[in-house]
């Protein structure tokens, strides 16, 4: 690459930084879109190799979808709005309970000082303040026809653009390819499929680990008859992006619920026992068939990104934290094996 090609592909990403930067307002419902059509695809592939058009597989899958959040919308909603009516009696409980016993070991000091926060107004005000604040946006945005207009078409943007990406995969992709400069297609070509193979991983395998943890948490749950089974299944299920959160969680919050509701040992130990089948299962079957041990995105680069991303560009950011980690990671393997192979790695080995 001569000094020419480094200065145009210098200048194409400055300008690439500043248009990003100026269309970041618009920008938000088009790369969410972009995200749940790449988290598709491979979906809509499998139906679309079973015979069916890419357009009827694009259809299945919004209609599918649709099912489930009416699902949702009609059932699992109203059943997490009661389950977390009872938040406010757990944490009186707790305070009533659990915290004399702490006495002897956390000491008197400590005891008195938790003893005069008052958690039940603490969350009443914070949640009148919520209360508040959200009135106050719908009045500002029913005042404001623009900004009502402006919000319901980024909420209809991403299904449409998601539809169109979703039929158009495949031709967008070889269009794109069909643009690298041809000195440098193969390279580019191995370090994409290799992001996409540790994004695609991660994100897709991480996802349905999530899904089917939340789904045994919640059917072991309700098994011990725990009134807040669906609540607590789905925060452990939600954390479990991260090893052993989603078990230390459950089992202390889960424990909690169940000796509060039961006042006896043998729901806590019937906790124990479900939370730590459902990590085996984790650890055994589900992370290596849905994930694999190629991902490399170690739970705390995830964190960093996305807390990073969400800082430096707001949502936009938290959507493009994981892609671009991915990328960084592969880029670091890349160096990586072009260190290995370079005659200063073998010069400082001989040496």
């Known amino acids: ?35 749940l059509a790449y988290i598709a695809d491979p979906v809509v592939s499998w139906i679309e190799s079973s015979g069916a058009s890419r357009t009827l597989a694009v259809i299945i899958i919004f209609v599918v979808v649709l099912i489930l959040l009416l699902f949702s919308l009609l059932i699992l909603l109203p059943l997490l709005g009661r389950q977390l009516a009872q938040v406010p009696d757990h944490i009186a409980w707790l305070q009533g309970q659990v915290i004399p016993l702490l006495r002897p070991y956390l000491g008197e000091q400590v005891i008195n000082e938790i003893a005069q926060i008052d958690v039940l107004a603490s969350i009443q005000q914070h949640w009148q303040q ?48 069909g643009l690298l400069p041809r000195d440098k297609e193969a390279l580019i070509s191995s370090l994409v499929m290799e992001s996409h193979g540790v994004l695609g991983a991660f994100m897709r395998g991480q996802l349905l680990v999530m899904l089917v943890l939340t789904m045994l948490y919640a059917l072991g749950l309700y098994w011990i008859g725990l009134d807040s089974f ?36 043998l729901p806590v130990i019937q906790v124990l026992a479900i939370f730590g089948l459902a990590q085996i299962i984790e650890m055994v079957v589900l992370t290596p068939y849905f994930v694999g041990d190629r991902v490399g995105l170690h739970p705390v680069v995830v964190i960093f990104s996305i807390m990073a991303g969400g800082e430096l560009l707001g949502f936009m950011g938290i959507l493009l934290a994981l892609p671009v980690a991915a990328v960084i990671l592969v880029l670091l393997r890349s160096i990586k094996r072009h260190y290995l192979q370079s005659a200063v790695y073998d010069s400082s080995e001989s040496g």
């Open 1 to 35: 690459m001569n000094d020419s090609q480094r200065w145009f592909w210098l200048m194409l990403f400055a300008l690439s930084l500043v248009l990003f930067k100026l269309l970041s307002p618009v920008l938000a419902p088009f790369l969410l879109a972009a995200l």
């Open 130 to 177: 919520a209360g508040d604040v959200m009135l106050q946006l719908i009045q500002q945005v029913t005042q404001s026809g623009a900004h009502l207009i402006a919000w319901m078409v980024n909420m209809l943007l991403v299904p449409v653009v998601s539809f169109y990406l979703l039929r158009d995969w495949d031709v967008l992709i070889n269009r794109v390819h």
């Open 230 to 265: 669906l609540l607590l299944a789905v925060v452990s299920g939600v954390v479990s992006f991260v090893p052993y959160l989603g078990l230390l969680v459950g089992v202390v919050f889960a424990g909690i619920a169940a000796y509060m509701q039961y006042e006896t040992m």
